[in-house]
């Protein structure tokens, strides 16, 4: 099974409608697994910033990873568990296809479905 190219896809049980720029071959728990280039994780960062429900988690990129974060050197995505703020999750970047760089945001972690399938 190859990866998606373009694929929009919505948090599940949230309004958070978001383009992704590959979507990997192996799902989840049967959820999508995105990966974002910066300017699509930035857009997923306001978006959530934007929506009032307190039980979003938050995202920010970050050049390095934060000191009290074991995680891998280099740029990412911090994730802030609105459940549970003391234990962050660092999303480190990745070179993909054409040296494009990106991100797993809530991969393996958020329910990520195809836009298609919700009600809009």
Not at 34 to 63: C, H, I, K, N, Y
Not at 78 to 91: F, G, K, R, S, V
Request: aromatic share 8%; glycine share 10%.
């Amino acid at each position: 099974m190859s990866s998606t190219h373009n694929a929009r896809l919505t948090l599940s049980g949230t309004d958070v409608h978001i383009m992704a720029h590959t979507i990997e071959p192996h799902a989840w728990n049967g959820w999508h697994r995105p990966l974002f280039t910066r300017e699509q994780g930035d857009d997923l960062a306001a978006q959530l910033r934007a929506d009032s429900d307190p039980d979003l988690d938050t995202v920010e990129w970050m050049a390095t990873a934060p000191a009290d974060v074991d995680a891998e050197a280099g740029d990412g995505y911090l994730i802030t568990d609105a459940q549970d703020p003391t234990l962050p999750a660092w999303l480190p970047g990745q070179d993909g296809p054409g040296g494009v760089r990106l991100y797993p945001i809530g991969a393996g972690w958020w329910c990520w479905e195809d836009d298609s399938k919700t009600n809009r």
